[in-house]
């Protein structure tokens, strides 16, 4: 039973324009998601995180919006960079913490120059 | 460097050989885990610890043993592999398991189970 869902496992998007990567839960008792990014032959790196109490997080060029009653989030880069190429895992969690993180199955982001 | 070393990044083996997977963090971190990455599968938890000598069941435990004598290892043991247990491995450790932690993951293990 996949909890965290990303259906999209690939996703092609132009220098410069706005990457949009989605993900979707089902178990309303998430309240915190957090979205890590993972090159090539590398572990996964922590991006950027939200609590359940807010609707919007933003980092530079990263902004992820978190709608409960959809139970979505998603994650926007904008504008995106050939850097940026990597695959995208969603994660959530139960306020127990890390040891009840749930990852989604990943979306494989490809900027072209 | 802040840093969680996982030895070896490539191994092949045979079924029911025993191996160790070793995991190093060197941020005296208390949190640790383990997942395993399979294609339409994401990351799956194997096994955690809290702290030394405090260790629990993930999502997909079974085939795996841990052990956390010292707080900055984590190894992960296959007692007897077998080719299902064939994937990539992350080590990942965390200050604590609190849930606003973020996770730092070490490089990856592939395994290959004949």
């Known amino acids: 039973d996949q909890q965290v869902k990303q259906n999209s496992p690939s996703l092609s998007v132009q220098e410069g324009r706005i990457s949009i990567l989605n993900c979707d839960y089902t178990?309303?008792?998430?309240?915190?998601f957090l979205w890590y990014k993972k090159y090539p032959a590398e572990g996964p790196t922590f991006l950027i995180s939200?609590?359940?109490?807010?609707d919007k997080n933003e980092d530079g060029r990263f902004t992820v919006f978190l709608n409960k009653s959809a139970k979505h989030l998603s994650l926007h880069i904008v504008p995106s960079q050939p850097g940026d190429s990597a695959v995208y895992f969603c994660?959530?969690?139960?306020?127990?913490?890390?040891?009840?993180?749930?990852f989604g199955t990943g979306t494989r982001l490809t900027i072209i120059p | 460097e802040a840093q969680v070393t996982q030895n070896p990044r490539y191994l092949i083996t045979v079924t029911g050989k025993k191996l160790t997977v070793t995991c190093s963090q060197n941020?005296?971190?208390?949190?640790m885990s383990w997942y395993r990455q399979d294609p339409g599968l994401g990351l799956r938890q194997i096994y955690y610890?809290?702290?030394?000598?405090?260790?629990d069941k993930g999502d997909v435990p079974e085939g795996y043993k841990v052990s956390r004598k010292e707080k900055r290892n984590f190894p992960l043991i296959l007692e007897s592999p077998s080719p299902n247990q064939t994937s990539l491995y992350f080590c990942?450790?965390?200050?604590?398991?609190?849930?606003?932690?973020?996770?730092?993951f070490g490089s990856g293990t592939q395994l290959s189970v004949l």
């Open positions: 994660a959530a969690s139960e306020s127990f913490g890390n040891e009840k993180l749930t």
């Open positions: 939200i609590s359940s109490i807010k």
């Open positions: 941020m005296n971190h208390e949190y």
């Open positions: 990942a450790s965390s200050l604590s398991n609190r849930n606003n932690e973020k996770l730092f």
């Open positions: 178990n309303s008792m998430f309240d915190y």
């Open positions: 610890s809290m702290n030394v000598e405090v260790t």
